[in-house]
């Protein structure tokens, strides 16, 4: 049997949220956006909840702060691995995911991969007035 997936206040606001932006945004600002409504203990069980079905997936930004952003392309049943750039913005403080770079890995035999951050710093091309019929 399949177990129920509950659909609570909290991951209402989370998916909501979360969906609405461009960008990953951390449990820290999801819990200011609620005006406190939902404490930090029950967003982040909501968040890892969500990344560990496939909804979500995590960012690490520049400083350590982990970010979440919802995961836009189709899963087919298989585990998700999130493996692309992740871009944070010096200016604006902004995570974004590059989904189309996609880095290719040669690991010796023996090894796997379960899980991989890559995150770049610099200026996003908002904060550097690029357009792109430049």
Do not use: W
């Not at 049997?1 to 932006?21: D, E, G, Q, Y």
């Not at 409504?37 to 520049?62: C, I, N, P, Q, W």
């Not at 590059?98 to 379960?114: A, R």
């Amino acid at each position: 049997m399949k177990p129920k997936v509950r659909n609570t206040p909290a991951k209402r606001f989370v998916l909501a949220r979360i969906s609405a932006l461009e960008k990953a945004i951390s449990q820290r600002e999801l819990q200011e956006m609620s005006d406190n409504t939902f404490d930090r203990v029950t967003l982040y069980r909501v968040l890892e909840r969500l990344v560990g079905e496939g909804m979500l997936h995590r960012a690490t930004d520049k400083h350590g702060v982990v970010r979440y952003a919802s995961c836009n392309h189709e899963h087919n049943g298989m585990n998700c691995s999130h493996h692309h750039l992740h871009f944070h913005c010096e200016s604006c403080d902004e995570v974004s995911c590059l989904d189309q770079i996609l880095p290719d890995f040669h690991l010796p035999q023996g090894y796997s991969i379960t899980h991989a951050q890559f995150t770049i710093a610099g200026t996003c091309q908002k904060c550097s007035g690029f357009t792109s019929g430049q």
